[in-house]
């Protein structure tokens, strides 16, 4: 098993947050396309909750597979809706 790697310093989870939006350089996997698809989010949904959410580090956590961490966000859908999101750092 690989030796798991240390979290990012919080300050570098925002600035890749923002650049990502920034510069639209950020993939939506088949797996979060799906849920989108089942729940009515859209992108324009996911991008509110990348500018505007707020950092949920105790739902942070490890891939395994990947081996990266991967950072939980909560905000606000475009309807004002609550909505949640996990974004890899990998």
């Not at 510069?23 to 088949?30: D, H, N, P, S, V």
Request: aromatic residues 6%; proline residues 1%.
């Amino acid at each position: 098993m690989p030796k798991k790697a240390s979290k990012d310093d919080e300050g570098i989870v925002l600035a890749r947050i923002k650049h990502a939006t920034q510069t639209g350089e950020y993939t939506i996997l088949r797996h979060a396309r799906q849920r989108c698809k089942e729940r009515d989010v859209s992108a324009m949904d996911i991008e509110n909750v990348l500018e505007k959410g707020r950092r949920v580090k105790i739902r942070d956590r490890f891939d395994e597979e990947l081996e990266c961490w991967s950072y939980a966000l909560e905000g606000k859908c475009i309807d004002n809706a609550r909505f949640s999101e996990l974004l890899s750092s990998c």
